[in-house]
């Protein structure tokens, strides 16, 4: 039996109201601070630093997570940063932490999971703040990295093919926000590996742009690395988006998965790129094109929908 083609018009609609793209609305506020620079938005800050480039990112670890797994925000306070050097083409160095946590018990199961991803991903945990006794539980990390070659958002051009990259093993969950984690599935030496696709596709110059699958889920982190382009659009062919068997599409669309990028390929260098995950047992495919129309679509073998055109509406730019 032939499946149903997806709604394209409702998927659509799904992810512009996902939370976790609609929350990005107001990264608008960003543009209040002077001198952005030329990587404003991008997965972390890349400053020249001898050979190359030290990156710098940061990441808050979501309220309704925090409460619901203290152990996972911590975990995810790792990942999270991870993901965000990996992105760029780089390798996590170091990172640190802040927490403001309700009671002690509270604070060692953050510390517990912090130490555990820290472990699974190869990055040390360099210090922190710890604060016991604070109203509202909070909880943050910052970490460094270092790269040869960038992956910059702003790099994609019209006519680059859209891949998307993914570990495919692991458990998806709704935790106030939908994830998809490889950790507990996923040999420690294969995730300290894992990130090393990114690099290789930098350093060989395969891939002129990335960026890391975060909380509004593929489609929206491809809208936000289309954003920092110059007038770049794309199409998402959602048949062709590597996804878990038992996650329905509409889900994993606005899925945060614990390892997943989408990425910017000349044609020319798009197979050697799928290469450089696929050999490392991750699940990467060609499923779409970039172009100059300034606007996200889905397809599925038909007429494609809109999603969001970027020039009638910015998506984080001051409004």
């Not at 517990?112 to 990055?123: K, P, Q, S, Y």
């Not at 926000?177 to 950790?183: G, H, K, R, W």
């Not at 798009?270 to 696929?278: G, L, R």
């Amino acid at each position: 039996m032939t499946a149903a083609a997806p709604d394209l018009a409702a998927l659509a609609a799904t992810v512009r109201a996902a939370p976790g793209l609609r929350a990005k609305r107001d990264l608008d506020l960003l543009a209040r601070l002077p001198d952005a620079g030329a990587l404003d938005g991008d997965d972390a800050a890349a400053i020249r630093h001898g050979d190359g480039y030290l990156l710098v990112c940061a990441e808050a670890i979501a309220p309704a997570l925090l409460a619901a797994d203290p152990y996972a925000a911590g975990a995810a306070a790792v990942a999270t940063n991870v993901s965000d050097i990996r992105a760029m083409g780089g390798r996590p160095l170091a990172l640190v932490d802040t927490i403001v946590s309700p009671d002690r018990a509270h604070a060692a199961r953050i510390l517990d999971g912090l130490a555990w991803a820290a472990d699974l991903h190869g990055v040390t945990v360099a210090g922190g703040h710890l604060t016991i006794g604070g109203i509202a539980p909070a909880l943050s990390a910052s970490c460094t990295g270092f790269a040869t070659k960038l992956l910059p958002a702003a790099g994609a051009r019209a006519g680059d093919v859209l891949l998307a990259a993914f570990c495919l093993e692991g458990v998806w969950r709704d935790l106030g926000t939908p994830v998809f984690s490889s950790l507990r599935d996923r040999e420690p030496a294969k995730l300290r590996e894992d990130g090393e696709a990114l690099v290789e596709v930098a350093e060989k110059g395969l891939c002129r742009a990335a960026r890391d699958v975060s909380m509004p889920g593929a489609a929206g982190s491809l809208l936000q690395l289309l954003e920092l382009t110059r007038g770049c659009g794309a199409t998402l062919d959602v048949d062709r988006l590597p996804r878990p068997p038992e996650v329905p599409l509409e889900d994993w669309l606005v899925t945060f998965p614990s390892f997943g990028f989408v990425l910017a390929a000349p044609p020319e260098h798009a197979a050697a790129a799928i290469a450089a995950f696929t050999r490392r047992d991750l699940t990467c495919a060609a499923c779409g094109a970039f172009d100059d129309t300034g606007v996200l679509k889905l397809a599925a073998g038909g007429a494609p929908a809109d999603v969001w055109d970027l020039a009638a509406e910015p998506l984080t730019r001051p409004r």
